[in-house]
C-alpha cells in the first residue's frame, strides 16, 4: 500500500513540472508575419482613418486582455479610455493569456461601427429623396479590427 502511494505521489510530481510557464519572447508571431504597412499607434488609428469606414493597416499598442484564447479575440488599449475590439481573420489561432499587457504590432483592416441613419433596420422602410438611408460614422462607437497576423514587440 505504502508503495502505491509513492507511486502515485512521484506521477503526480512529473505532471505538475511538466505544466511549465510560457515563455513569450520579443518577436514571437501568431498568424502572418505583420510586415509590408509601416505601424500606426494604436491612439491615433481614428485620426488616421479620417471619414473612411475601413482602413488597412498596421496598429502598435498595449494588449488589455485576451477575451477568447481560441479564434483569437482580444482587446487593445486606444487611449482616452476607448478599446479596439479585435480578433483574428484565421479562427484556428490560439492566443495565449499571457499576452495580457505585453506590447505587440497588429496588422489587418480596422474598421468602425456604421448605423442606420434614421436607425430602421427593416426591408422596405426605405423612403426615396431627403430621408434616404445613409450610412454614417457613430463618433462613440468602438473600432473593431481584423488581425492578419501578431507579432509581440515588448
Known sequence: MKKLVFVIFIFCGFASFAQKHVHLPHGMVFGEKPIGIAPVAAT??????????????????KLIRVTKQKGGWFEMDAGNGKVIAAHFKDYNIMLPTQLKGRGVIIKGVAQRVLTA?????????T???????REKVNPKARITFEVWGLMVDR
Open 127 to 133: 423612403v426615396t429623396g431627403a430621408k434616404q438611408h
Open 44 to 61: 491615433k488609428i481614428e485620426a488616421m482613418m479620417g471619414k473612411k469606414i475601413r482602413q488597412t493597416t498596421a496598429l502598435t499598442g
Open 117 to 125: 441613419d434614421d436607425l430602421q433596420h427593416f426591408a422596405g422602410d
